[in-house]
């Protein structure tokens, strides 16, 4: 999740404050009219419940210098330079540009206090000029058209929107909706087939397809993806100049990227276990799938793992932030939460049973959870303390683990630049099993 930047804007001193304006009946506390102009500038007027004439107003701090206040106070009228904004800072938690269209969340466009409300919503609705269109992952306000609305409390962190020269549709029989720049380096059958194929993936893991919405617009490097989730689900991918229909077909982090939003967030101190999960679930579900051969994931795995080993003086997992340790430390304790599960219930249950659990009883990435009920939930689907035993081991606590020792078990023989299978391992029939697609 996107650490918010605090900024403030100080407004012009006033003789006094007038009475703040009720909170409205349908529990909306800040309420914007937004008006996405030709130009892509944002004309917006607000009411702002608890703010006074001199209250302090802010949006993203790298957005500030785009924002034009014309009036203050409770009810203040401003625009954004948006275009202008997504050109100059080509910032993912800001604004990003496309040809003729601009992706930004709307903590960079909506202006609010300093101070969060602890109750109610924040609700915007929005108008377009001719030809412009708008798309957010916010959910809808009801049955309100062009109305959305999410917690106070979430405007921080609230999920992408778009605006501009963008096409909206919905992946057939998927809960995803797919918001494009019309300008990218691949074709529009490539993408929505690289997104179907993605999502079909996950699905057969996590029991549960995606849902949410998911942003595609041009990029400067490689494939990039990024996922918000409060006040609905979101994914923006960049697509970098190279990343052709081909290159589509061999991708990995849209996989990736659908593990975040299908699970619940946790606080940014067990960070590894969403990653973790990411990295560890996404090239087991392409193998299953057949989009990646099983040598290369456990080669990948054989490469990668080292660097999730903690150094020496280093602590758990908990708090930790090399990218080695995030990445392929959190995948090493799920690789061996799923051996461990397998093991001890004779392959009756897997690290699936324990996923399917929590992501059925949660809404996804919009939705917060305490990382003991997590472990709770999978550890009672399987039936075993498996997760909440390796937590206290690996999360609370360091132990290192002997990588060496757990391949040749495993039967993962490295020959070179690959590795060799060995079908007679102790543990080689579990490392069949979960690569294997089977019938659920």
Not at 104 to 112: E, G, H, I, K
Not at 310 to 316: D, M, N, Q, S
């Amino acid at each position: 999740m996107t650490e918010a930047r605090v900024a403030v804007l100080a407004a012009l001193a006033a003789c006094a404050a007038p009475r703040a304006p009720p909170a409205s009946r349908d529990g909306a506390v800040w309420r914007y009219e937004v008006r996405v102009e030709a130009n892509l500038d944002l004309e917006i007027e607000a009411e702002l419940t608890g703010a006074g004439e001199a209250t302090p107003l802010r949006v993203e701090e790298a957005a500030m210098p785009f924002v034009d206040v014309r009036a203050r106070g409770p009810r203040p009228r401003y625009r954004v330079r948006a275009r202008e904004a997504a050109a100059a800072l080509a910032d993912v938690d800001v604004a990003w540009p496309a040809a003729g269209a601009v992706f930004a969340p709307p903590s960079s466009w909506l202006l609010r206090p300093e101070a969060l409300p602890a109750e109610g919503t924040f609700r915007f609705h929005v108008t377009t000029a001719p030809g412009i269109r708008f798309a957010t992952a916010v959910h809808r306000a009801g049955d309100l058209a062009d109305t959305y609305e999410g917690p106070a409390t979430a405007l921080e962190d609230a999920s992408f929107a778009a605006f501009g020269a963008i096409d909206v549709e919905r992946l057939p029989g998927r809960e995803v909706e797919v918001v494009s720049a019309r300008s990218l380096p691949a074709s529009r059958g490539a993408v929505a087939r690289w997104l179907d194929t993605s999502t079909a993936a996950i699905t057969d893991v996590l029991g549960r397809a995606p849902r949410g919405t998911l942003f595609v617009a041009p990029g400067t490097d490689g494939m990039r993806g990024k996922t918000l989730g409060d006040g609905g689900g979101g994914v923006l991918f960049r697509l970098g100049p190279r990343v052709d229909d081909r290159c589509l077909v061999e991708d990995w982090v849209a996989a990736h990227e659908l593990v975040h939003l299908s699970f619940p967030a946790l606080a940014p101190v067990h960070g590894w276990f969403g990653e973790g999960l990411a990295t560890y679930v996404e090239p087991v579900a392409r193998a299953r799938a057949g989009l990646v051969g099983v040598e290369r994931i456990w080669q990948d795995m054989v490469v990668g793992m080292p660097e999730g080993l903690p150094a020496p003086g280093e602590h758990g997992l908990d708090g930790a932030r090399a990218w080695g340790r995030l990445y392929w430390g959190g995948a090493l304790y799920f690789l061996l939460a799923d051996l461990a599960i397998r093991e001890e219930s004779g392959g009756r249950s897997s690290l699936d049973t324990a996923l399917r659990a929590i992501v059925s009883q949660s809404r996804g990435v919009e939705e917060h959870w305490e990382i003991e009920r997590v472990l709770d939930v999978g550890d009672r689907a399987t039936g075993l303390r498996v997760l909440s035993d390796l937590y206290a081991r690996l999360g609370r606590s360091t132990e290192r683990i002997d990588l060496d020792a757990l391949w040749i078990r495993l039967g993962v023989r490295r020959a070179g630049d690959r590795v060799h299978l060995d079908a007679a391992a102790p543990l080689a029939a579990i490392r069949r099993a979960i690569t294997e697609r089977t019938p659920r």
